[in-house]
């Protein structure tokens, strides 16, 4: 089994729906997770730190649930520039991330 | 401007010649590290490093060498590149490892023939 599994997508929404992506990790001790944003080629880069609580940024917003050992993020109002992979992270141990094998979305006009 | 530089961007090689990609962060990072993304397997860890002259094996450290003699510099040599070598590879650095995220560097895009 992955350490780290998202949905596998792909994911194609019209602009301004709200759209949700999963991950789960294997690991209970992990301890802290993020989402990352990659577009096509490039490097990731880093959207959100998640955090027990659940946090927001702007239309992003991050849950955790540690009882069952998974992440969410939701993008509400989609814009055709959140078209990207969308890879979550998992962290063990220091330095070692542990990354998912990535979303993509495709937001259409 | 913070960030993390790699070079070269491209380079194409032939198989068993010595190779050296370097990497060099800004941010006075404790954290650094290598990675690989292949199609369908995503981003792998190669090796990290938590300080100098301390580094540890990723998932797949075979085949690559990497050493941390001063802070801001963690260069990854490959001895005898092999063609299974081709591969996108990216650096990242981090202040702390668990609060802060990683900062990446634009990728080295690497063919082995």
């Known amino acids: 089994r992955k350490e780290v599994e998202q949905d596998p997508g792909p994911f194609n929404v019209p602009e301004g729906a709200t759209v949700a992506f999963n991950c789960t990790y294997s690991?209970?001790?992990?301890?802290?997770f993020f989402w990352y944003r990659q577009d096509c080629r490039k490097e990731p880069k880093l959207l959100m730190s998640?955090?027990?609580s659940g946090n927001e940024d702007g239309r992003f917003t991050a849950q955790l649930n540690r009882a069952s050992q998974y992440i969410s993020l939701l993008i509400r109002d989609s814009k055709l520039s959140d078209s990207a992979t969308y890879l979550c992270?998992?962290?063990?141990?220091?330095?070692?991330?542990?990354f998912g094998q990535g979303t993509i979305l495709t937001v259409h006009p | 401007e913070a960030q993390v530089t790699q070079n070269p961007r491209y380079l194409i090689t032939v198989t068993g010649k010595k190779l050296t990609v370097t990497c060099s962060q800004n941010?006075?990072?404790?954290?650094m590290s290598w990675y690989r993304q292949d199609p369908g397997l995503g981003l792998r860890q190669i090796y990290y490093?938590?300080?100098?002259?301390?580094?540890d094996k990723g998932d797949v450290p075979e085949g690559y060498k990497v050493s941390r003699k001063e802070k801001r510099n963690f260069p990854l040599i490959l001895e005898s590149p092999s063609p299974n070598q081709t591969s996108l590879y990216f650096c990242a650095s981090s202040l702390t490892g668990t609060l802060y995220g990683y900062t990446f560097g634009s990728g080295t895009r690497l063919t082995v023939v």
């Open positions: 690991n209970s001790a992990s301890q802290s």
């Open positions: 941010m006075n990072h404790e954290y």
């Open positions: 998640v955090y027990s």
């Open positions: 992270v998992a962290y063990p141990l220091y330095g070692k991330l542990t």
């Open positions: 490093s938590m300080n100098v002259e301390v580094t």
